[in-house]
């Protein structure tokens, strides 16, 4: 994942289905604490990633490792 400007806040991903194993800022290795909220039955949550405690002032690299294939939600939502 791409974050251009430093990150201030936890970093948040909507739809990911897919278990995350690990979660790390690529130019130094950091692994970062990430976490589930919300969500419910078959429509996953959020995923936050907290921030790594030194960003590239340009571009912060998080390579996030899944458990298998990537798996996004598809449903519809709320109408």
Request: glycine letters at 10%; hydrophobic letters at 40%; one cysteine or more.
């Given at each position: ?44 949550g ?27 939600y ?6």
């Amino acid at each position: 994942m791409f974050c251009y400007d430093p990150p201030r806040d936890p970093v948040t991903i909507k739809g990911l289905t897919s278990w995350v194993k690990r979660v790390t800022a690529l130019a130094t290795g950091e692994e970062l604490t990430h976490r589930r909220y919300g969500g419910f039955a078959e429509i996953p949550g959020v995923l936050a990633i907290d921030v790594p405690s030194v960003a590239d002032p340009v571009v912060t690299v998080l390579a996030i490792e899944l458990d298998g294939e990537i798996e996004l939600y598809r449903g519809e939502g709320r109408s």
